[in-house]
C-alpha cells in the first residue's frame, strides 16, 4: 500500500486557521540585582628592624547582596487571528515561514488585549517563587599584617614580604519551599566560617643576571553568590523525558588552595 505525500506552503497566511485555541506563552518579567558595599582601613609605617623595612596593617568590610525574581503568565488560549495580519517570510536556506505583519506587540495588543504584554498587577505564580526566586547575602571581615622584608643572607641579597589574613565570612541564603502542594513558604539557611591564610614572597639576588625567587601562600575562593541561593528544584523534561534540576546550597564552604612557586 501506499501513502498521500500532502505538501502545504508554510509561508502561505491563507494556510492557517483564523482561531487560536493553544496558549500562548509563557511570558517572563524578571529582575536581577547584585549590590556590594565595603570599607577599607589601613595603616603603614616604616621601620628598621634589622631586616623588616616596613609593617602594614589593615581591616577590610564588604557586604553584598544579590537577588533574582520574575513573574510569568500565559496570553489568553483563545483568540481570533485573520489571515490578513500574517505575512510571507522569507529566509535563505530554509522553509518560509509567517510573522505579524503589523510586528508581534502590536498584533499581540490587538488580538489579546492592550495590557497582554504588560506585568503590571500580575504576581508570581506558586512556580515563580519556588523555582525562580531567591536571595543570597554574604558578610565579609578580615584583618591582615604584612611586613616588607629586605637584608641580606650570607653573601645573598633578598628582598620580598611576608603575612597574613584573617578573614571570617557569614552567608544566607532565601528562596521559598513547597511542601505537598500547599502553598510557597519562605524559608532560610546559611553558615560562616574564619579562615588564616599566610603567605611569603622572597626573592634572592644570586648574581647581577640571575634571580633565585620563593613564594608560599593558603589561598580561598568563596562559593558563586548564585551557588548559595537556597532554592532547588527537580522534575522529568518534557522533551526526552528524562530527569533534571538545579538549585543552590546555602552551606557551600570555600575552596581552599596551598600554592608553592619557585
Known sequence: SGGVWVIEDTGNPASYSTNVFEQWGPNYVGRLSDSLNSQVLS?????DWGGVEAIKLGVRATQREKYYNHTSWDLASSATVPNS???RVTVGGRH?????AGGYENSVANYFGADALSAAGRSPTWANLVQNDWRAREN???AFGQLDLAGELGKLSYRGNGGARVAHTSHTGYCHEQRNGAAPTPVSDGASYARF???LNLIYDIDDNSVL???ASRAMARPRMDDLRASRNAGVSQIGQHW???GGHPNLKPWIAYGVDI
Open 43 to 47: 595603616a603603614s609605617r616604616k621601620l
Open 85 to 87: 495580519a500574517l505575512e
Open 96 to 100: 518560509d515561514f509567517v510573522e505579524f
Open 140 to 142: 565579609n571581615v578580615s
Open 197 to 199: 591564610l599566610p603567605s
Open 213 to 215: 625567587r620563593f613564594a
Open 244 to 246: 533534571r534540576g538545579g
